[in-house]
Nanobody, 121 residues
Framework: QVQLVESGGGLVQPGGSLRLSCAAS????????IGWFRQVPGKEREGIAC????????YYADSAKGRFTIDRDHAENTVTLRMSSLKPEDAAVYYC??????????????WGQGTQVTVSS
C-alpha cells in the first residue's frame, strides 16, 4: 500500500520560510520521481519541485528557482521542500506526489492528502 504522508505547512508572513516534509512508503521502482505540486482554486495543479530517486536529479519550476530547495533522505524515505522568501502568490494547497519519470501531473500515480500554505501578513 502506497502512502505519502505530508507534514508542515501553515501560515507564514511574506518573506518568511516554511518546510514541508513527505514520508513515502510502499512505492515501486517505476515511481522514480517524488516531488511537490501546488494548486490554487481555478488553476491547474503544477509541479513545483521534484527529485529523482535514482540519481537525486532535481527539477524546479521557474517560480521556485532560487527560493525553494528539495532534498531526499533515502534512509528515512522522506522528501523535504524548504521554502524561503515566500510571497503571497505562493499560497496554495501543496501536495506530495510520486510520478513516473517527469515532474508533471499527468505522470503522477500517487498523491498525498495536501497541506495548506498561507502567506499573509
Amino acid at each position: 500500500q502506497v502512502q505519502l504522508v505530508e507534514s508542515g505547512g501553515g501560515l507564514v508572513q511574506p518573506g518568511g520560510s516554511l518546510r514541508l516534509s513527505c514520508a513515502a512508503s510502499g512505492l515501486t521502482l517505476d515511481y522514480d520521481v517524488i516531488g511537490w505540486f501546488r494548486q490554487v482554486p481555478g488553476k491547474e495543479r503544477e509541479g513545483i519541485a521534484c527529485i529523482s530517486s535514482n540519481n537525486d536529479n532535481t527539477y524546479y519550476a521557474d517560480s521556485a528557482k532560487g527560493r525553494f530547495t528539495i532534498d531526499r533522505d533515502h534512509a528515512e524515505n522522506t522528501v523535504t521542500l524548504r521554502m524561503s522568501s515566500l510571497k503571497p502568490e505562493d499560497a496554495a494547497v501543496y501536495y506530495c506526489a510520486a510520478a513516473q519519470r517527469v515532474c508533471y501531473k499527468d505522470y503522477v500515480g500517487y498523491w498525498g492528502q495536501g497541506t495548506q500554505v498561507t502567506v499573509s501578513s
